[in-house]
Each structure stands twice: as structure tokens, then as C-alpha cells.
């Protein structure tokens, strides 16, 4: 391991604050600023300045282009219309003073370009250009190629990310393309995923049958098959141009290989994407930011619509304990709600450490051990952290708190008073924080600062859910509902009859069709699809979560899409938990039991259900399935149950 | 397999079928424009001398005749405008076109406005009605309901920016002051880094360095406003505890 020196302190504290230091020196360093007090102090310094800076810089960016244009404008238009005594406006850019500069450049570079215009004509061999190297191409298995203009590229192996000029193309196995330039690749065959940045320059995909995939800020994926060619937009604006067709797309918009245009779940890019997108031997931090943006909530959940982006394991396997982390003057040893997991797999859970505060906790998987990283001062919580794709752990409290810790700082980002007790917090696709209060439903920004507020309901008890096209819904306790926009503008809204004593405290699950289901303590499931149909679901026994593709549970029975049911006879206490993975696998927990079904594309149940001691007798936290790469995790009072 | 020039310049061709080449391990020259991103970031940071003036200020000087004031304006709200006019046409070339036509308009129109403290609200009126008139010419016959189903956003109150207390912002004004003195480079790896939000690879690409460069270079940034920063904070939050079960 390399020793650390006090003259590069400075600049190791600055790596270690971008997470850009060497994974050797990061216990070095962590050493030092435990037990060396220059080294903390300086630590310190260099935060405060740097979150100075950066707020500051967030807020007072420009584009300078922006400026001149609007400049040119003014001056083209000469407007000068005041009214006043004053003096006519002065010029109002300062690139309108240099204008006789620029003019001249523009000259001389028209100059330059027909000089090399002239060059190439002369000098190239037949049918050439000049190729320079205009991309990087990053294998899974960790090498690097680099492409220079009209040369093909196939995806071997476990396929590819290539960069263009900033902008990230992953590569399905087998997937050619050819890069023009800069701003332009041709898709000769396959299945490539792009993510545009910068977000202000046109790039654009083409195909050889002279169609154009162009967009702008934006995510999307183009597949070119023998049945033709696919589009889909996950977020931002897509135009398709095929000779005189020409096609728009926006976010959740699909162009299909039969021509018709079509919505489509961002979620399910996400799904197929994901193990690209987080290969191990990938650009880690950027390929993690885009995955979990394709995902709100990371680590997916059944809050959403009940499928996970991930597989459990191949083969399911008895489940071992992980007791939780002792809490000096815990109230009790219970577990109220579900664990989450944050890109790199690192698991998050709320301890209650009396009755009037909680902690947040990780635990490392290889290293077996848990690792406080932040604690609510007042108020307890009920409801899953959430992990933002930045990666702060952000969780609410009956105090009126929000709270959001940097668990790889150790430290508090931000903290913000929403008025009332928080009852969960979900995260939209923009990235906003919906906030669950008792009189209002607030959004936060990723610093913290409040976006929008619903105040249309003044009972709510329940998180919210975000739908497949980013719509919003949330539910107030007595049964009202409501749709709402991602800039919190109503879309609809309706109310569900009640029994007495009967209230909605769960979040919404959202199925890809848009169609919303909500389910009461007395276990009532209503759903209410996005033409704002409201119907009757059937009543689930018990507080069950019913999943999107239309499986609910019934006591101790499972019930499947087709109406079948099937009975987990050996369960002696109700289901709790559930969740579907992307292989198509429904986990349900018992207590001392997990159950696993291999469901069909339509819901239908197939094979032989399997059941798997899971190593604590207690029942499961409801939603407290949580499946990553090859392992399955339950939340349970007693601690969490792994099963890899 | 390397190419030369030639080899490559033919491979451009584009009725030739392109060349196949094998993977090979190599790292890319940082002297390459083009493999190094071909362009530099226009963005900047707002350090111009009107940055401590309200917008009351600056309406009243653009009155005035003060064509720098207007910048200020122009430089404080584009963000703001240009956010407003994507989320109503959904469409990033279009939204800097009304945001641009938005400014142009305000200009126009600024002895019109009754009380220059309220310039930000009446400059958001302004985009969201140019934005909804470019929603409707596009789709003429549609009613605005219809537009609104399908995904248009409604016309805002006039009250959605908060005018700007400069009481409160000192401290931002003082991190301003640091960053006009720093070097045209420093600033604008600032900007690559907090704007862009660009990993240290992304930024040597961009800027055609070394990654440990760009690490040195950012340290060197960060000592410079760290010692320009007298005023300290204390991070908030607890030394991390490890328990192992």
C-alpha cells in the first residue's frame, strides 16, 4: 500500500472529495483525518469552500452564447422603443461591439475551409478524407480501441460503450456501427443505447437505409433488426427521418419496427439495459448515474410497479441472518421499514435509536459489517430511505424533516423542514423528491429546495408512486387520489369508498399499462387505470402489495393474472412481502419462509413453487423484498435475511 | 491493426464498405481536437460588475439606455426562461428559441412593466405565453384543453421567481468575487465540473490533459478559493461508527 504524504495533503483531500482517489489511499486517508487534526481541519476548510463553490457556480452559470444571440436579435430588430426621455438602449452585447472582429474571423475561417476544401479534393486518395480518431470505445472486459472516422466497429464479447465526443453509446453483443464524426454515427446492425451529452449539440444516429435517428439532451435506444428498425426515446426529443417521413418522439414514446408510433415504460430500457450499464469493468460512476436515472428509485422496489431491474439468484438458497447493529437506547429491537440498496449494492436501513430519533445505517456485504452514516435528530420514520442517483441516502421524519446523508462522506448534504411528519419519500424520473406529508405532498430539489407542493389533500399517510410516463399519485388516508404532473399540476383526481376504519397507508403501485392500484389496511386493492377508470380489485385477506402484472395476494394465496390461485399450504401466517424480478421470478415471504414462482410474460404461474428456510422466524416488513444481481434480501424485525 | 491516413481517409468513403478493425489497447492522443471533445464550453459564470444590482436596478438602467444591465438580466434569468419554455413545448431547440424571442420581447416591451421589482414574474409571463403561441401555431385546430392532455402545461401565475434578496446573498457574492479573479482556465474547469457535473476522465477528454492533471489543476483551484474564503464552515453530521455482527 503507498504511504500518503503531508505535502500532497491538499491535493489528496481534493480526490478524496471528488471520490477520485485511488481505492489504496482512501484508508489512508481516512486514517489520517481520524487521527491527525491538521489533516480534519484542512478537510474541513476545503468542504465548506467547495460546497460554497458549488452551490454558488450552480447558481450563477450562463451561456454566454445564449446572451449574444438574444443581443443579435435586439440589434437585427433595432429595437428601441422606449417611451421614456431616456436615451435609446446602447448596444446590448458585448459581441455586438466585436461584430466587425467576427466578421472577419468568419472570413478567415471560410477562407480556411476552402483552402482544405481544395487540399482534400487534391492530395486524397479515391473516395477518401481525413480520419482522424473521433471515438473510444470501452470493452466489459476493460481494454480500449479507439475508432477513427468510416471504420466499423462490432461488439464482441460482452458488448461495449463507445464515447463520441462525449456522447455514451453501449453496444449490444454483436452490434456494428461506423462513426462519421463528431456528432454522427451510422447503426449497421444491432442494438445500441445513447446517451447525448452535451446536451445543447444535435447527435445523430444513421442508418443505412438513410433513415435518421437525431436528438437532442436526450436517452435512447435504436434497435435495427430483420423486421426493421425501433426506437425508443427513455427521456428528452427524438426526430426519426426516413425520406419525406418524419417522426417525433418524446420521453416514454416508442417508434416500433411496424411504423406506429406507441408509449413504452422507460423502465423496461432500464431492465434491459442494466447489466451493461453497470458492468463491472465500465466507466462505474457515469454508467451508474445513467442507470439509476433510468430507475427513480434505485434498487427498484415494489413501490413502483412491483418489478426490480435485476435477477435473483440461479439457484435459491437457504437464507442467512444479518442481525441488525446494536443502538444504544433503542426503544425496541423492530424494524419498521424496508431496506434499499444504493448502485454499488451497499445496504441501507432505519434504526429506530429511541423513540423520538432513528439512524441510518449501511452494511458491506463482503466486509460483514454496518457503518452509521447519519442520524435524525427529531422524529422517527416508518418508510425506505430513498438512494438518489447522486447517491445520498435521503429519508423523512414525524418531526417535519427531511434528512440527506452522503454515506461516502460521512456527512450531512442537506436538511430541510417540510412542515409536517413525513410519510415517505419517493423519487421521480427528473429527479425530484416527493415528499409524503400529512397536509401536502412536496417535491425537493436535489439540494434540497422545494420545488412544487400539492396541498389538495390534507391527510396524506402514504409515499407516492411514479408512474411508467412520470405521472404522479398519491393517495390522502380517507381514499382520495390524485394524478398529478411532474411539475405537480392535477391531472385527475377521484376518491375510493372506504369501510369504516379503513384507511390507505400504503404507496400506490403503478403497473407499465399506467394503471394505478391502492390498497387499504383492511387489504381492499382498487385500481384505477390511466383513462381514470376507477375499479374493484378484491380484497387481499390482509395488508398485501399487489404487483403490477396483476398478481395479488390472498392470505395465504397467491392469486395470478389468469385467476388461478395457488396456495402456499405450509405458510402458516398470511404473505407480507413480494416482488418480481426481471427474470420473471415472484419472491413471497412467510414467516421462516421465502417462496419463489416462475411467472410467464402474461402473470400466469409456470413450474414448481419453491420454498427456502429464510433463517428468522418473523415475518417480513410488507415491501420488504429487495432483489439486486443474484441475491434476494428480506427485511425482516429481525434483521435482514440474505439469499445468494 | 493501425492505419495510416490514407488507409483511414479511404475507409470514409461512404459508398465503400467500411473496414472492420480489431481491438487493439490504446490510449488516445490528448493533442487530438477531436478525440478530446472538439469543443469548449460556452458556459460561464455570472462575474460581471451588475452582478450586486437587483433587477429593479437593472430594469431601471436598461431604461437608461445601459445595454450591460440588460445582459445581466439576460445572463441572471436564461436558465430560468429557457427551463419554463421546455416544459411547456418539449423541445430543447425550440425552448432557446422562445427563450431567446422571450427576451426580446421583454426588452420590447419594458417600459410597459408597472413595477420594475417585478421583472422576473412578468419576464415568465412573457415565455409562457410565447411558448404557448409556438405550441398553437404548430398545432393549429387543436384547442388548448386538448394540449394540455396531452402532456402542455398549463400557463403559470406570474409569481414563480422569487425576486432576488441580495441582502442574503453575501456569502454567494464573496465566492463570486473569488472566482472573477481566478484564470480563464481555473474557471472554466470550475464550470466543467460543477456545471457539466464531468468526471476527471470526461474532463481530460474534454480538455485533451492527463487525468492526474485535471486533478492537480481542480486541487490547485480549490487551495486558491479555499484561502480567498477566510469565512469557514463545520461539516454537520457524526464521525461514522463500524459495528461488525
Given at each position: 500500500m503507498t504511504a500518503i504524504q503531508d505535502d500532497d495533503r491538499e491535493l489528496l483531500l481534493s480526490l478524496y472529495i471528488d471520490g477520485e482517489l485511488e481505492a489504496e489511499r482512501i484508508p489512508l486517508v481516512e486514517e489520517k483525518l481520524r487521527t491527525d487534526p491538521l489533516w480534519k481541519s484542512e478537510f474541513e476548510a476545503l468542504r465548506a469552500s467547495e460546497d460554497k463553490v458549488s452551490k454558488t457556480v450552480e447558481s450563477n452559470w450562463y451561456d454566454q452564447e445564449f446572451t449574444e444571440k438574444v443581443a443579435e436579435r435586439l440589434k437585427t430588430r433595432k429595437i428601441q422603443s422606449w417611451t421614456s426621455d431616456a436615451p435609446p438602449p446602447r448596444e446590448p452585447s458585448v459581441l455586438l461591439r466585436y461584430l466587425p472582429w467576427a466578421a472577419a474571423c468568419a472570413a478567415l475561417l471560410l477562407f480556411g475551409l476552402l483552402v482544405t476544401t481544395w487540399y482534400l479534393q487534391h492530395n486524397r486518395k479515391p473516395g477518401g478524407t481525413l480520419g482522424a480518431t473521433v471515438a473510444t470505445v470501452r470493452m466489459l472486459d476493460g481494454s480500449e480501441t479507439e475508432l477513427h472516422a468510416g471504420e466499423l466497429f462490432t461488439a464482441e464479447g460482452a458488448g461495449a460503450c463507445a464515447n463520441v465526443d462525449g456522447t455514451l453509446l453501449w453496444l449490444r453483443p454483436g452490434a456494428q456501427l461506423t462513426v462519421q464524426g463528431a456528432r454522427k454515427v451510422t447503426l449497421q446492425n444491432g442494438e445500441v443505447l445513447a446517451v447525448v451529452r452535451p446536451d445543447v449539440v444535435p447527435f445523430q444516429i444513421a442508418l443505412p437505409s438513410q433513415a435518421t435517428v437525431e436528438a437532442l439532451g436526450t436517452r435512447f435506444d435504436v434497435a435495427l433488426n430483420a423486421q426493421g428498425v425501433r426506437v425508443r426515446v427513455v427521456e428528452g426529443h427524438v426526430q426519426y427521418k426516413d425520406g419525406a417521413k418524419l417522426v417525433d418522439l418524446l420521453g416514454a414514446q416508442a417508434l416500433g419496427t411496424d411504423g406506429a408510433l406507441k408509449r413504452f415504460d422507460p423502465r423496461e430500457a432500464a431492465l434491459e439495459w442494466k447489466e451493461l450499464l453497470v458492468a463491472p469493468a465500465s466507466n462505474a460512476p457515469v454508467q451508474a448515474e445513467h442507470a439509476a436515472s433510468l430507475w427513480p428509485q434505485v434498487g427498484g422496489g415494489p413501490e413502483h410497479n412491483g418489478q426490480t431491474p435485476a435477477s435473483g439468484p440461479d439457484v435459491l438458497k437457504e437464507g442467512r441472518l444479518v442481525p441488525y447493529p446494536k443502538v444504544d437506547n433503542a426503544a425496541d429491537g423492530g424494524q419498521y421499514a424496508p431496506a434499499v440498496a444504493g448502485l454499488d449494492g451497499t445496504l441501507f436501513v432505519l434504526r429506530p435509536a429511541n423513540d423520538k430519533s432513528m439512524q441510518l445505517w449501511n452494511y458491506d456485504d463482503q466486509a460483514k459489517s454496518w457503518t452509521k452514516c447519519g442520524a435524525a435528530v427529531s422524529g422517527i420514520s416508518q418508510h425506505a430511505p430513498v438512494v438518489t442517483p447522486k447517491g445520498l441516502v435521503v429519508f423523512g421524519t414525524s418531526s417535519g424533516e427531511v434528512y440527506a446523508y452522503s454515506p461516502r462522506e460521512h456527512k450531512q448534504a442537506w436538511q430541510k423542514n417540510v412542515g409536517s411528519s413525513v410519510f415517505?419519500?419517493?423519487?421521480?424520473?427528473?429527479?425530484?423528491?416527493?415528499?409524503?406529508?400529512?397536509?401536502?405532498?412536496?417535491?425537493?430539489?436535489?439540494?434540497?429546495?422545494?420545488?412544487?407542493?400539492?396541498?389538495?389533500?390534507?391527510?396524506?399517510?402514504?409515499?407516492?408512486?411514479?408512474?411508467?410516463?412520470?405521472?404522479?399519485?398519491?393517495?390522502?388516508?380517507?381514499?382520495?387520489?390524485?394524478?398529478?404532473?411532474?411539475?405537480?399540476?392535477?391531472?385527475?383526481?377521484?376518491?375510493?369508498?372506504?369501510?369504516?376504519?379503513?384507511?390507505?397507508?400504503?404507496?400506490?403501485?403503478?403497473?407499465?399499462?399506467?394503471?394505478?392500484?391502492?390498497?387499504?389496511?383492511?387489504?381492499?386493492?382498487?385500481?384505477?387505470?390511466?383513462?381514470?377508470?376507477?375499479?374493484?380489485?378484491?380484497?387481499?385477506?390482509?395488508?398485501?402489495?399487489?404487483?403490477?402484472?396483476?398478481?395479488?395476494?390472498?392470505?395465504?394465496k397467491l392469486r395470478f393474472a389468469d385467476g388461478s390461485e395457488l396456495d402456499l399450504k405450509n405458510a402458516q401466517e398470511p404473505l407480507s412481502a413480494l416482488a418480481l424480478d426481471a427474470s420473471g421470478q415472484l419472491y413471497a415471504s412467510t414467516p421462516g419462509t421465502l417462496w419463489r414462482v416462475k411467472l410467464d410474460a402474461g402473470g400466469k404461474r409456470s413450474g414448481v413453487p419453491e420454498a427456502k428456510p429464510s433463517a428468522s422466524a418473523e415475518a417480513a416488513v410488507p415491501g420488504g423484498i429487495m432483489i439486486l444481481p443474484g441475491k434476494v434480501i428480506v427485511t425482516t424485525p429481525a434483521g435482514l435475511v440474505i439469499h445468494d | 491493426m493501425q492505419h495510416s491516413i490514407e488507409e483511414r481517409g479511404a475507409a470514409l468513403s461512404a459508398e465503400e464498405a467500411p473496414k472492420r478493425i480489431s481491438k487493439r489497447s490504446s490510449k488516445r492522443s490528448m493533442t487530438d481536437p477531436i478525440s478530446r471533445g472538439g469543443f469548449r464550453t460556452s458556459r460561464r459564470i455570472r462575474t460581471g460588475p451588475y452582478i450586486r444590482h437587483t433587477d429593479q436596478q437593472l430594469v431601471e438602467l436598461t431604461a437608461h439606455g445601459d445595454?450591460?444591465?440588460?445582459?445581466?438580466?439576460?445572463?441572471?434569468?436564461?436558465?430560468?426562461?429557457?427551463?419554463?419554455?421546455?416544459?411547456?413545448?418539449?423541445?430543447?431547440?425550440?425552448?432557446?428559441?422562445?427563450?431567446?424571442?422571450?427576451?426580446?420581447?421583454?426588452?420590447?416591451?419594458?417600459?410597459?412593466?408597472?413595477?420594475?421589482?417585478?421583472?422576473?414574474?412578468?419576464?415568465?409571463?412573457?415565455?409562457?405565453?410565447?411558448?404557448?403561441?409556438?405550441?398553437?401555431?404548430?398545432?393549429?385546430?387543436?384547442?388548448?384543453?386538448?394540449?394540455?392532455?396531452?402532456?402542455?402545461?398549463?400557463?403559470?401565475?406570474?409569481?414563480?421567481?422569487?425576486?432576488?434578496?441580495?441582502?442574503?446573498?453575501?456569502?454567494?457574492?464573496?465566492?463570486?468575487?473569488?472566482?472573477?479573479?481566478?484564470?480563464?482556465?481555473?474557471?472554466?474547469?470550475?464550470?466543467?465540473?460543477?456545471?457539466?457535473?464531468?468526471?476527471?476522465?470526461?474532463?481530460?477528454?474534454?480538455?485533451?490533459?492527463?487525468?492526474?492533471?485535471?486533478?492537480?489543476?481542480?486541487?490547485?483551484?480549490?487551495?486558491?478559493?479555499?484561502?480567498?474564503?477566510?469565512?469557514?464552515?463545520?461539516?454537520?453530521?457524526?464521525?461514522?461508527?463500524?459495528?461488525?455482527?
Open positions: 415517505g419519500v419517493c423519487a421521480a424520473y427528473n429527479g425530484a423528491l416527493l415528499c409524503s406529508t400529512y397536509a401536502r405532498l412536496v417535491a425537493l430539489d436535489a439540494e434540497g429546495r422545494e420545488a412544487w407542493s400539492f396541498d389538495g389533500f390534507t391527510d396524506i399517510q402514504a409515499p407516492a408512486a411514479v408512474g411508467p410516463d412520470g405521472t404522479i399519485y398519491v393517495a390522502s388516508r380517507s381514499g382520495k387520489l390524485a394524478a398529478l404532473d411532474a411539475s405537480g399540476t392535477p391531472l385527475r383526481q377521484t376518491r375510493v369508498t372506504l369501510g369504516t376504519s379503513e384507511l390507505l397507508f400504503l404507496p400506490p403501485v403503478v403497473a407499465p399499462s399506467g394503471k394505478a392500484w391502492f390498497t387499504s389496511t383492511a387489504g381492499q386493492i382498487a385500481a384505477w387505470s390511466a383513462t381514470g377508470q376507477l375499479e374493484p380489485v378484491g380484497n387481499a385477506g390482509r395488508v398485501a402489495l399487489p404487483l403490477g402484472l396483476g398478481v395479488e395476494a390472498v392470505g395465504t | 445595454g450591460d444591465a440588460y445582459n445581466e438580466l439576460v445572463e441572471r434569468y436564461q436558465n430560468a426562461v429557457r427551463n419554463r419554455a421546455m416544459g411547456v413545448v418539449k423541445d430543447f431547440q425550440a425552448a432557446e428559441d422562445i427563450a431567446q424571442e422571450a427576451f426580446v420581447k421583454a426588452f420590447k416591451y419594458l417600459p410597459d412593466l408597472d413595477d420594475s421589482r417585478k421583472f422576473a414574474g412578468w419576464l415568465m409571463t412573457i415565455v409562457q405565453h410565447t411558448a404557448l403561441d409556438y405550441v398553437r401555431a404548430q398545432r393549429q385546430g387543436v384547442s388548448l384543453d386538448t394540449m394540455r392532455e396531452q402532456g402542455y402545461e398549463a400557463p403559470r401565475p406570474t409569481h414563480g421567481l422569487q425576486v432576488e434578496k441580495l441582502e442574503d446573498r453575501e456569502e454567494e457574492f464573496q465566492v463570486l468575487d473569488a472566482l472573477k479573479d481566478l484564470r480563464e482556465d481555473y474557471r472554466e474547469i470550475i464550470i466543467l465540473k460543477h456545471v457539466e457535473k464531468l468526471s476527471y476522465k470526461e474532463i481530460a477528454d474534454r480538455l485533451g490533459m492527463s487525468v492526474s492533471a485535471v486533478g492537480e489543476k481542480l486541487s490547485r483551484v480549490r487551495g486558491l478559493l479555499k484561502r480567498k474564503l477566510t469565512k469557514r464552515t463545520v461539516p454537520r453530521g457524526s464521525e461514522p461508527e463500524t459495528h461488525h455482527p
